[in-house]
């Protein structure tokens, strides 16, 4: 879903944003997930990677949706008892992230654990679309395309409550600052009292599914005071709603007029009728749009945005640089921005003069993203190998294991052992006799050369070897490579082409804004989608191994069984053969009786 969401056509349902939130309170943190499913916490004041999770390697559990908890004071470890003249107050910080996944599932992630912290499931039937904590007790609210929402208890990790909340699917929740009231959302806009979980409020006015819910104001409903907005897709309107103490609320009161759908949303509340709120709303289009009103009832005429940010490389011919999102900072001119890629975000603080309607702020995204780049791979410790070295890969064979299929050569021809050069000269040639000759002349002979050729490369980690056989395009070889593969090869072979794409990845990464970038736009995606498919058949191959060797055992175990069965019938002069004792349940497709048993794992 995530790896999809920037490439939906025009029309049709929203698609799911690729999830960017910053921390609470101080900024700290900026959590993203991108397109390749992992979740990454960076730190917004060293610029730096701090985290990095594996939500699941399966597709279908993709992070769609990540909220942060309210700051808390966390223990780091053992440290020693201070007296009661040295105590000093404990810093809350930001902790633990809630994450929506595509498979119902909520996790949630610790960043002083830097590990996932719990999973709470069995709530929903469907994909998860936004997830909210409560202000105060440790609870979080999730809405699904199920059309329900669920009330999960942190402390135990299971739902405390569960109610159906729309006929359509739940896109959007909001808790209120006092944490008596959730707003939620699918295209009718409906607010909940959570103490008896019964409607308090409806409101209409959006033909799309909302995809965003605020609380603009933090005073209480019977006071005509409560303000809250709502975005949604395909919608270049912000609506504010005012509840009313005399249930007269069915229009909204104020429009922020936008250039886009808005993607990232933050504000400062306001507390009192005396003091503006503050909005800063990133578009689906990359601009930002900062707002400053009074909300003291209804306002006829859309509002437009006091100052209007964008963001460009500093070619001859500059480029727009997508603004991922934005948070305001206690200071009203500064704000922390986020943008390029969710691959590689760089942040900054910025000072806005707000005074200019429009502002285009140029940066050299190649220098900032080298910058980070560094600092970032700095955590990752490679092993230093010198020329002499050797590396054995555990479980990979020697050069002259037996390579399946390899044995099954043409009476005659020449058995003795060629050297490498020999191989690759020889595929070439068997290549050229293959376009002659037709399918049937050499195929077994270029498809051997392949299969030991890729093991010897893999053992060696010979580049050339390894060009040579992964650079092929012809699908028959391909597929007959792979299948006369032995399976101790299979695993160092999929960590080499992981390893390649990876390469790739951040090869374009580090070309972001050049030309080539231009051209191939949706490159990322695609690799990020496949470097993600890899890492989930790994894992499926380790599963995959055990139960080959669970099946050969049982096999082993049958056909000894049917030897003494055979063998006593005839000592006893039967010369029937026995019945067949192996029960359906057993028949495994891929699996053959005649003593040398195999797995077909293709």
């Not at 960017?20 to 900026?30: A, D, E, H, M, T």
Request: net charge neutral; aromatic share 4%.
């Amino acid at each position: 879903e995530a790896a999809r969401s920037e490439m939906a056509a025009d029309g049709g349902s929203s698609p799911l944003q690729l999830p960017c939130v910053f921390s609470p309170k101080s900024r700290q943190y900026l959590a993203l997930c991108a397109q390749d499913g992992r979740l990454r916490v960076w730190n917004t004041d060293s610029k730096t990677l701090q985290q990095e999770y594996v939500p699941s390697a399966h597709l279908s559990a993709t992070c769609t949706c990540i909220a942060w908890g309210p700051c808390r004071t966390v223990k780091e470890g053992p440290q020693r008892k201070k007296r009661k003249s040295e105590a000093v107050p404990v810093e809350e910080k930001a902790d633990l992230l809630a994450m929506g996944t595509a498979a119902g599932t909520v996790l949630i992630y610790s960043t002083v654990k830097g590990a996932l912290h719990c999973t709470l499931d069995g709530g929903h039937s469907a994909g998860v679309n936004c997830v909210q904590w409560h202000p105060e007790e440790s609870l979080l609210y999730s809405g699904s395309d199920d059309t329900y929402i669920v009330e999960w208890d942190l402390q135990t990790g299971k739902t405390r409550s569960k109610w159906k909340a729309d006929r359509a699917a739940v896109t959007s929740l909001c808790v209120s600052p006092d944490g008596k009231l959730l707003l939620s959302a699918g295209h009718v806009i409906k607010m909940w009292d959570l103490d008896t979980k019964e409607v308090y409020r409806k409101f209409t006015g959006h033909s799309t599914a909302v995809t965003t819910l605020r609380f603009a104001t933090s005073r209480p409903p019977d006071s005509n005071g409560l303000y809250f907005l709502s975005g949604a897709s395909h919608d270049r309107l912000l609506s504010v709603w005012q509840v009313r103490e005399d249930g007269k609320d069915k229009n909204s009161v104020v429009s922020f007029t936008l250039t886009d759908e808005p993607q990232h949303i933050d504000l400062v509340t306001s507390n009192s009728k005396d003091e503006a709120v503050r909005l800063a709303v990133v578009c689906k289009d990359g601009q930002l749009h900062l707002f400053e009103h009074f909300l003291n009832g209804p306002c006829k005429k859309p509002l437009s945005p006091s100052c209007s940010v964008q963001m460009s490389d500093t070619r001859e011919s500059p480029m727009p640089i997508p603004l991922l999102a934005a948070a305001l900072v206690a200071d009203t001119r500064t704000v922390l921005l986020a943008y390029g890629s969710h691959l590689q975000p760089v942040m900054e603080r910025v000072e806005v003069n707000t005074a200019e309607r429009h502002v285009c702020l140029t940066r050299d995204v190649q220098t900032s993203l080298s910058l980070s780049l560094d600092t970032a791979v700095s955590k990752v410790k490679t092993p230093m190998v010198n020329d002499k070295s050797k590396i054995l890969i555990p479980g990979l064979p020697g050069h002259q294991a037996p390579v399946k299929g390899s044995e099954k050569r043409k009476k005659g021809s020449d058995t003795k052992e060629m050297s490498i050069a020999e191989r690759l000269g020889e595929i070439d040639l068997s290549a050229a006799l293959a376009e002659k000759e037709g399918p049937k002349g050499t195929a077994s002979l270029q498809t051997d050369n392949f299969a030991v050729l890729l093991v010897q490369g893999l053992e060696s980690n010979d580049a050339n070897i390894l060009n040579k056989v992964l650079q092929t395009r012809k699908e028959v070889v391909i597929k007959k490579t792979v299948a006369r593969l032995p399976l101790p090869a299979v695993l160092p072979l999929l960590e080499e082409v992981s390893i390649r794409i990876y390469q790739l990845l951040q090869l374009f990464e580090a070309s972001l804004h050049s030309d080539l970038w231009r051209s191939l736009p949706d490159l990322v995606n695609q690799l990020g989608v496949l470097y993600h498919m890899i890492e989930s058949r790994v894992r499926m191959f380790h599963k995959l191994t055990k139960l080959h060797g669970k099946l050969y055992l049982l096999m082993t175990q049958v056909g000894a069984t049917t030897h003494t069965a055979k063998r006593a019938s005839h000592e006893n002069g039967c010369t029937s053969e026995p019945l067949e004792i192996l029960p359906d349940a057993l028949m495994v497709p891929g699996v053959e009786m005649n003593g040398e048993t195999e797995l077909d794992l293709t």
